[in-house]
């Protein structure tokens, strides 16, 4: 268990640092160099992803780094470092994906939801599946304003807001939908986030 939550974590901490590893890349060297590395470093990040996966799951933990594989190989063969910026963005359109395509049966954020709590009730269920929508939109939002910055801005703008900006608008959309889910639902566990908005919003009777 310890040895998967490490890869996992591992797993993350190199997706927020793709961004950086471009930008660096692309500015010490060629487009060739830069797309090596960039090949080099998908490999890297897929390898903890996929060994911390369930067997159920290994294969979607490759959707991504092939999407990325395809972006590197066509920035190194058209050599154009602009497609190496479009990848950020490439991937919040593939995330935008899973959300919408999981509406056709149930929506991802439900089954994460019941995870921790097997029987939603129905007002849940019908939250889940719009909070799932919400999820597309936002990134294909947050994938769209990449792609202007990687094609009409300077480089370091592009950095800023691939590898700053678009992870704060994550957590801020996590951060904001955690407390209207508590507001709205009046459920809580045990943490001390929760036994503070307890405070503010008093389970109802």
């Not at 890869?7 to 692309?26: D, F």
């Not at 159920?56 to 602009?82: N, Y």
């Not at 608008?169 to 566990?189: Q, T």
């Amino acid at each position: 268990m310890r040895t998967t939550t490490f890869l996992r974590v591992v797993s993350t901490i190199m997706m927020i640092a793709s961004p950086w590893v471009l930008y660096w890349s692309l500015t010490r060297g060629d487009v060739t160099m830069a797309g090596l590395v960039l090949l080099i470093f998908i490999v890297l990040r897929a390898v903890p992803a996929w060994m911390a996966a369930p067997a159920a799951q290994k294969r979607a933990t490759l959707v991504l780094p092939a999407i990325g594989a395809a972006f590197a190989v066509a920035g190194t063969l058209l050599h154009s470092g602009t497609m190496f910026l479009l990848l950020p963005s490439a991937t919040n359109f593939a995330f935008a994906g899973v959300f919408f395509h999981s509406l056709r049966g149930t929506p991802l954020v439900e089954h994460f939801a019941r995870l921790s709590k097997p029987n939603l009730p129905a007002d849940e269920v019908s939250y889940c599946r719009s909070l799932t929508k919400i999820w597309g939109v936002f990134m294909i939002i947050i994938g769209g304003i990449g792609i202007v910055l990687a094609v009409a801005a300077p480089m370091t703008m592009w950095l800023l807001y691939a590898g700053v900006i678009s992870y704060l608008l994550v957590g801020l959309l996590f951060a904001v939908e955690y407390v209207v889910r508590k507001w709205r639902f009046r459920d809580y566990g045990r943490n001390p986030l929760d036994w503070a908005l307890s405070r503010v919003f008093p389970p109802r009777v």
